[in-house]
């Protein structure tokens, strides 16, 4: 659901999207994901060698058997036809297991072998703002998740969020998804009720659409005194410390910053660990 600005819907973007496909040689292989319908549908008229991936059973290429290992990363086994591995990856949440699956269906296209991938697999290391996991001089927690949002990429980061907080407590800071175009309040408000319905124990919103998602967390029996929606930086981040310093977040337990890349969320972090941005950007 990213990119509906101007595309209009789902089907808009994977109109767009195929493009890919279409624009491909007759020599070309094509990665194709089954566990999505969408582009199962849209590959299904290609001429070239396809490689199927993901966690549907008749794919080519395909994971079984996953397991998150907290803060070290996800296990799965690997298949890739009648061969299988065991892979343990770095990569959080089972969204990049799926990473994985597709990395892999292409590197098994250029001809590498299933060892060389498992090894290629187990070298990954998260770039920065993509489920990265750093650590507050309070001692608390953070899932930097910053890089980019859309609906379905923060539902990936919630969970993972769930995943890794364990017996602790959990504060999302989240930021505007953009380029969602007429369907932009109702997904806004769709994420406020998943903050809730997941247990998630603070909600930090900022941008235009904060106080949308911050409302919708509460109507669906958030504590009002654990959401707050945001147009500052500097005041989101003045409210995380106070929580700090009322003893509401301790060591140990977890943030989750996460917002589109035109948001600029990595700021609240630097606040959070200096009391300034030491990034230059518009706006606070």
């Given at each position: 659901?990213?990119?509906?600005?101007?595309?209009?819907d789902?089907?808009?973007?994977?109109?767009?999207?195929?493009?890919?496909?279409?624009?491909?040689?007759?020599?070309?292989?094509?990665?194709?994901?089954?566990?999505?319908?969408?582009?199962?549908?849209?590959?299904?008229?290609?001429r070239?060698?396809?490689?199927?991936?993901?966690?549907?059973?008749?794919?080519?290429?395909?994971?079984?058997?996953?397991?998150?290992?907290?803060?070290k990363?996800?296990?799965?086994?690997?298949y890739?036809?009648?061969e299988?591995?065991?892979?343990?990856?770095?990569?959080?949440?089972?969204?990049n297991?799926?990473?994985?699956l597709?990395?892999a269906?292409?590197?098994?296209?250029?001809?590498?072998?299933?060892?060389d991938?498992?090894?290629?697999?187990?070298?990954?290391?998260?770039?920065?703002?993509?489920?990265?996991?750093?650590?507050?001089?309070?001692?608390?927690?953070?899932?930097?998740?910053?890089?980019?949002?859309?609906?379905?990429?923060?539902?990936?980061?919630?969970?993972?969020?769930?995943?890794?907080?364990?017996d602790?407590?959990?504060?999302?800071?989240?930021?505007?998804?953009?380029?969602?175009?007429?369907k932009?309040?109702?997904?806004?408000?769709?994420l406020?009720k998943?903050?809730?319905?997941?247990?998630?124990?603070?909600?930090a919103?900022?941008?235009?659409q904060?106080?949308?998602?911050?409302?919708?967390?509460?109507?669906?029996?958030?504590d009002?005194t654990?959401?707050?929606?945001?147009?500052?930086?500097?005041?989101?981040?003045?409210?995380?410390?106070?929580?700090?310093?009322?003893?509401?977040?301790?060591s140990d337990?977890?943030l989750?910053?996460?917002?589109?890349?035109?948001?600029?969320?990595?700021?609240?972090?630097?606040?959070?660990?200096?009391?300034?941005?030491?990034i230059?950007?518009?706006?606070?």
């Amino acid at each position: 659901e990213a990119h509906l600005e101007g595309l209009g819907d789902i089907r808009g973007v994977a109109k767009a999207k195929n493009e890919l496909f279409v624009g491909l040689k007759p020599e070309a292989k094509a990665a194709v994901n089954l566990d999505d319908p969408i582009v199962r549908s849209l590959a299904a008229a290609l001429r070239q060698e396809k490689i199927t991936f993901g966690c549907h059973p008749e794919a080519f290429v395909r994971a079984a058997n996953i397991k998150s290992l907290g803060e070290k990363g996800m296990e799965f086994t690997l298949y890739i036809g009648r061969e299988a591995r065991q892979v343990t990856i770095r990569g959080l949440g089972t969204h990049n297991v799926i990473n994985s699956l597709a990395a892999a269906a292409m590197a098994h296209g250029t001809g590498s072998t299933i060892d060389d991938i498992v090894s290629g697999l187990a070298a990954f290391k998260p770039y920065d703002k993509r489920t990265r996991i750093e650590e507050l001089p309070s001692g608390v927690k953070v899932l930097n998740d910053c890089y980019n949002a859309n609906p379905a990429s923060m539902m990936a980061a919630l969970n993972t969020l769930l995943d890794l907080k364990k017996d602790h407590l959990a504060v999302a800071v989240l930021g505007d998804m953009l380029e969602l175009g007429p369907k932009t309040e109702a997904l806004h408000s769709a994420l406020g009720k998943a903050v809730k319905d997941l247990g998630l124990d603070f909600l930090a919103a900022f941008g235009s659409q904060a106080e949308n998602v911050v409302k919708s967390a509460i109507n669906a029996g958030m504590d009002p005194t654990a959401a707050k929606g945001f147009s500052s930086k500097k005041d989101l981040a003045s409210w995380l410390q106070k929580l700090l310093r009322d003893g509401r977040i301790k060591s140990d337990d977890w943030l989750l910053l996460k917002g589109s890349r035109g948001m600029r969320m990595e700021e609240v972090l630097e606040l959070l660990r200096y009391g300034k941005s030491t990034i230059k950007a518009a706006g606070n």
